[in-house]
């Protein structure tokens, strides 16, 4: 039980998440590094066959960049460090460095939330709206709306980190691998109320919001593939978004888990192992699906491949 008196200066916070699993920690550790490369590697691809063929310089694939972007943004600020905690003696990270990896990682996890509604909303006007659809979606509202979708994110992830870390902290030893608020916020004395009223309100702002717009957008995208007559008709306009609504699915079902469930007090296994996968395995799955279930992006990486090996054989 923390006395609200006992309050301790930080300069570090030691991350001790799964450190009574040492077995686990080291499969984990071989795991991430894996998981991290192809994630480096498959979402690179997928910004480079995205720049380099004329075919993919369209909203869809200019949105789904900045998706490949941000993964690799977001795994990179927390992956790396964790990684390096696992294998340390001492598994500490500084202040600024705790403070530095919550602002990221939390206003990338925003922005993704964002993200994937400008998508569906993309999805949404190509489908219900084909004939004005490069009116609609032209260049300029598609850098406005990715540029507002990044300070967004990174606006709301300030103002939560900045209320978390001016509280006084009964201890420093954190019950996760990575500076997560929600383990951070269990280290603090005396009143969180504020904290867990802006936390529950970014929940609606970020989380609930757009899932209820890329809902929206779906119901009407639906209902206009089953008007299309041709079963090839429809087909081809629902493989267009079936990428995209695999991700939002993975996306938001470990992220509503993670941030929409009752808190306890002490951090479960299961939870940090879910939260693991809502910052390495969706990332990663993001470029094998938009491969798998679209033929131009399929059709882009192969012709980048052969043209890659082709001049590697010369």
């Known amino acids: 039980n923390m006395n609200k008196g006992n309050y301790t200066a930080v300069t570090e916070f030691f991350l ?5 699993y040492p077995g686990l920690l080291l499969a984990l550790y071989v795991l991430c590094l894996v998981m991290y490369l192809v994630i480096l590697l498959g979402n690179s691809m997928l910004i480079i066959v ?5 075919h993919l310089h369209t909203p869809m694939y200019f949105f789904l960049g900045n998706l490949s972007f941000l993964d690799i ?24 460095g705790c403070a530095l990896q919550m602002v990221i990682s939390l206003g990338l996890g925003g922005t993704e939330c964002i993200l994937l509604a400008v998508m569906a909303y993309d999805r949404y006007v190509a489908i219900c709206n084909p004939l004005r659809y490069t009116i609609i979606m032209n260049k300029g509202l598609c850098a406005q709306m990715a540029a507002w979708t990044w300070i967004g994110g990174f606006l709301i992830s300030l103002i939560q980190t900045v ?28 009143d969180i109320s504020l904290n867990v009223f802006i936390m529950t309100v970014v929940s609606i702002v970020v989380l609930i919001t757009p899932l209820l717009l ?45 941030y929409m469930k009752p808190k306890s007090k ?49």
């Not at 001790?16 to 009574?20: A, I, K, P, Q, R």
């Open 163 to 190: 209320l978390a870390l001016i509280k006084p902290f009964c201890v420093n030893v954190i019950d996760h691998l990575t500076c997560e608020i929600l383990a951070l916020l269990k280290l603090i004395c005396g």
């Open 266 to 314: 002490d951090t479960k296994t299961s939870d940090e192992l879910i939260g693991m996968s809502y910052g390495v395995i969706t990332p990663m799955l993001n470029p094998i699906i938009y491969s798998l279930r679209n033929k131009e992006v399929k059709g882009a990486v192969q012709k980048f491949i052969i043209r890659n090996l082709y001049f590697k054989s010369m």
């Open 50 to 54: 995205s720049i380099l063929d004329s």
């Open 73 to 96: 943004c977001y795994t990179s600020s927390s992956i790396p460090q964790m990684l390096i905690i696992i294998i340390s003696e001492r598994k500490s990270i500084s202040f600024f």
């Open 214 to 258: 890329i809902s929206f957008s779906y119901i009407f995208i639906i209902s206009t593939i089953l008007r299309i007559n041709s079963s090839e008709g429809r087909k081809k306009a629902f493989s267009t978004c079936s990428a995209h609504l695999t991700v939002v699915i993975l996306f938001y079902g470990s992220a509503l888990f993670i």
């Open 16 to 20: 001790v998440g799964l450190s009574h």
